[in-house]
């Protein structure tokens, strides 16, 4: 491999980006072969406690290929709880009637980083100077009305710190976006490239797709798709279209194969299943498989916040349409 692979995450926007999405950056580093995958924008407590299901969806793809590989996942941000200044920064100027007019800055600086991510990209793109010099500008933008400190979370400091502990070393390093700006400047030659797209890179575009439903999508083609994949998340997937055709009698049949089915993985979708699983045994009638259900989503050591709530909100009364 070379010597160090450095690659931005983004997060719950990898879902957008058929060209880098989950499987994308897991491709990326089968090719590369790391010795350890370093973390860049991530506290030890944090990858240790789960705290990072919160903070990078991306880890529920690579955690796993790390552990069937016995890659080593070391997170560096020893400094990590200053991100949270960027929040209680953003509270204080609320507290504030002269404050009103610096949050309407910061929101036009927030809507300039979500339109550079909203654009299509790739691993070329986002390793190219004119990606990394949009993002410059934007961020430092940013650092300049507001200060490099608490406003972003002492963002430059940690992410020195971060580099510092790099020097020398090999392997993969992940980082959230802003974060990889200050790295891609440290470590310039560690930049993503060119990738061929895999046609597991396909597949997590399709299922990405689907999570993203909307009324203007080829529903047909999608459910031909998803069928031809036929993995858990891809069947769970299908009968969420199902259900938003009004089809919830077909959704159920689906489901009650993917309950059939090992569906532990990607973590997030237990909960889920379960959720859905018990508004659809509502609908049917099977109030006492549908209380089975939501309470299997807060038996879960951990499930999304969204499925959590369908349980709680179905076990107090059941589910309809």
């Known amino acids: 491999m070379e010597r160090m692979v450095l690659l931005p995450s983004l997060g719950a926007f990898h879902i957008l980006h058929p060209r880098y999405n989950a499987a994308t950056v897991l491709a990326i580093l089968e090719e590369a072969r790391p010795p350890v995958v370093y973390l860049a924008s991530l506290s030890p407590e944090a990858l240790e406690g789960g705290g990072w299901r919160e903070e990078d969806p991306l880890l529920f793809h690579l955690l796993p290929w790390a552990e069937e590989r016995g890659v080593p996942v070391v997170a560096l941000d020893g400094e990590a709880h200053l991100k949270a200044e960027t929040e209680a920064f953003r509270e204080a100027l609320g507290q504030f009637p002269g404050g009103r007019p610096h949050l309407e800055a910061m929101a036009a600086f927030d809507q300039a980083l979500l339109a550079l991510l909203n654009e299509p990209l790739t691993p070329e793109a986002l390793g190219s100077e004119a990606f990394l010099g949009r993002l410059r500008e934007v961020y430092g933008g940013f650092a300049r009305a507001f200060g490099e400190g608490p406003a972003t979370g002492f963002r430059a400091r940690r992410m020195a710190r971060v580099a510092e502990a790099l020097r020398g070393k090999e392997g993969a390093v992940v980082a959230e976006l802003l ?17 061929e797209p895999t046609e597991a890179e396909r597949q997590r575009a399709l299922l990405d797709r689907a999570w993203q439903l909307k009324e203007e999508d080829d529903w047909g083609k999608l459910l031909e798709g998803l069928f031809a994949l036929g993995t858990p998340e891809a069947l769970y997937l299908a009968a969420q279209v199902y259900l938003a055709a009004g089809e919830w009698r077909e959704a159920l049949g689906l489901m009650e194969e993917v309950f059939r089915m090992d569906f532990q ?19 049917a009638g099977e109030r006492g498989r549908a209380l089975r259900a939501y309470k299997g989503v807060l038996a879960l050591s951990w499930a999304p916040e969204e499925a959590r709530a369908i349980a709680q909100a179905g076990l107090r009364a059941p589910f309809r349409l």
Do not use: S
Not at 179 to 195: I, N, R, V
């Open 179 to 195: 974060d990889y700006l200050f790295l891609a400047e440290a470590f310039p030659g560690a930049l993503p490239k060119a990738h």
């Open 265 to 283: 993985r990607p973590e997030y979708l237990p909960g889920y299943v379960l959720a859905r699983f018990g508004q659809l045994l509502d609908l």
